[in-house]
């Protein structure tokens, strides 16, 4: 394996599933504090008021908050040379449109970007990790609304005023491109106005779902030329969900139904944020679709001018498209596919590929020539501690050390990709079920689905798998 001399390596992260600390130091409630728990097959549930004797898994996290200073000391010891992290936009501005920002939450952030680069960190900040203040969704049903563009602009301007001397990484939206589906969109866009759960009636439109991520991409374009107009230092990214489709046969009636999944999954995002233009066959689908944007004048040229200037992915498994009878359907969180023969699965179901994050980086290299990261990637399982406090996981190391070769593979095939982050080094509360035993850390955290537990840290066997890969480079997993 032969990364690049200045490869990032590292973990990735978002507040609301890690902070913890929600009702703390004037931070306001974001919406993910409306969710309850949930499980591999059962729906996490919204509700509008936050009741006494409900479980919200995000209200605690993994209390990062208060434990930052050790973890980040954990991840150095690893030997991390980049931490992905979002901004809770409710620490800022708690309500959202608050005439000011809260100095207490600004102030915890340069406390957590201080200790990063004390430890030779580089934080890579996520503006929008599938969240916002809850006091937006309620006026605005989130991105629904055009009034979120300048709301999410002046908490940008805010944050990239603060922290220039701290952050020079920057990604706008998490996993953009899950706001074309229903499911996603709920996470992506916050649009879950009269959401009350899995028997709700409320419907997001196709509609809806492509207005709102036409909000989001004006806002994230003005924000990106913001950055670069003032802050010539930074670098800005977009960050797409890439699930990689392949056809479920040789039928050409599946390649193209594979190539359109392709298009409105992968591509249709990531081709606004890096050309600059929605794509040529978007017509078309919003036509097919009944979806009839409302474009203001000015919003296409932002568009064009606030390009990102490297492109990053999480990437977790593949899926297939078939149109042949009954196509059993994979497990997912935002997204799901078509099963496929070959690959074994999570025991959330997901379907493990490495050999499908080499051709997702040729292709989106491919498409775009600049400079790609993969800042999502990882493995949720069920981890046992030994009565001698040892977590042994082969399993994540396994589906690790697959990836990395993966990616060794693809920068040898000459793409250009800069950098690594794990999802979850420590362990936190899954997005998509709000479980904590789902696992993905090298870092197990003693916190259980019933809200007990001593938030004590442990480092489990993968922790040290992670600490040779990143001490050699890649090196160790050669021959
Ligand atoms: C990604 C999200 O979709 O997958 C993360 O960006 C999420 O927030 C991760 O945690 C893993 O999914 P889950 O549902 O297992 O937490």
Not at 155 to 174: I, S
């Amino acid at each position: 394996m032969r990364f690049p001399k200045n490869f990032f390596w590292g973990g990735a992260t978002a507040a609301n599933q890690l902070e913890g600390a929600w009702n703390v130091d004037g931070r306001g409630p974001s919406v993910d504090d409306h969710f309850t728990g949930g499980g591999y097959g059962k729906p996490r549930e919204i509700t509008i008021d936050i009741k006494p004797d409900v479980l919200y898994p995000n209200h605690d996290g993994v209390d990062f908050y208060h434990r930052y200073e050790e973890d980040i000391a954990l991840f150095a010891e690893m030997g991390f040379t980049m931490f992905r992290m979002s901004i809770a936009w409710s620490r800022i501005f708690p309500q959202g449109d608050d005439a000011a920002p809260n100095e207490a939450g600004l102030a915890f952030y340069d406390r957590v970007f201080e200790c990063c680069r004390a430890h030779g960190i580089e934080p890579l900040v996520t503006l929008s990790h599938y969240e916002m203040p809850y006091h937006l969704v309620e006026l605005y049903n989130g991105w629904e609304s055009r009034e979120l563009i300048g709301l999410f602009e002046r908490y940008c301007a805010t944050v990239f005023e603060r922290y220039q001397d701290k952050v020079r990484y920057w990604l706008t939206f998490n996993e953009i491109n899950c706001g074309t589906s229903r499911m996603g969109a709920l996470f992506e866009t916050s649009m879950i106005r009269g959401y009350e759960g899995p028997g709700s009636k409320v419907v997001v439109t196709p509609q809806q779902c492509y207005q709102a991520l036409h909000h989001q991409f004006v806002a994230s374009a003005r924000v990106v030329r913001l950055a670069h107009e003032r802050y010539p230092q930074f670098k800005m990214g977009n960050m797409d969900c890439f699930i990689l489709s392949y056809a479920a046969t040789c039928d050409p009636v599946d390649v193209l139904a594979t190539q359109q999944e392709m298009n409105r999954m992968n591509w249709y995002c990531s081709d606004v944020q890096v050309r600059g233009r929605y794509p040529f066959y978007a017509k078309r689908y919003w036509a097919e679709h009944g979806i009839e944007l409302d474009v203001r004048p000015g919003d296409l040229e932002d568009i064009a001018a606030g390009t990102v200037d490297f492109y990053t992915l999480s990437y977790y498994m593949s899926a297939t498209v078939g149109t042949h009878g009954d196509h059993e359907q994979t497990a997912g969180n935002m997204s799901f596919g078509g099963k496929n023969p070959y690959l074994e699965s999570t025991d959330w179901g997901w379907q493990i590929d490495p050999t499908g994050l080499r051709i997702a980086l040729n292709e989106i290299y491919a498409r775009y020539e600049i400079p790609l990261m993969v800042v999502e990637n990882g493995l949720g399982a069920f981890d046992e501690v030994e009565e001698d406090g040892a977590i042994h996981d082969p399993y994540r190391i396994a589906y690790l050390e697959s990836h990395v070769r993966a990616m060794g593979e693809a920068v040898a095939d000459g793409v250009d990709l800069i950098g690594y982050t794990w999802w979850g080094p420590i362990d936190l509360v899954s997005a998509g079920t709000g479980e904590m035993r789902k696992r993905y850390g090298f870092i197990h955290v003693d916190k259980y689905d019933d809200g007990t537990g001593t938030y004590e840290r442990r480092r489990k066997d993968s922790f040290y798998a992670y600490q040779r890969i990143i001490a050699t480079n890649g090196a160790c997993l050669d021959g």
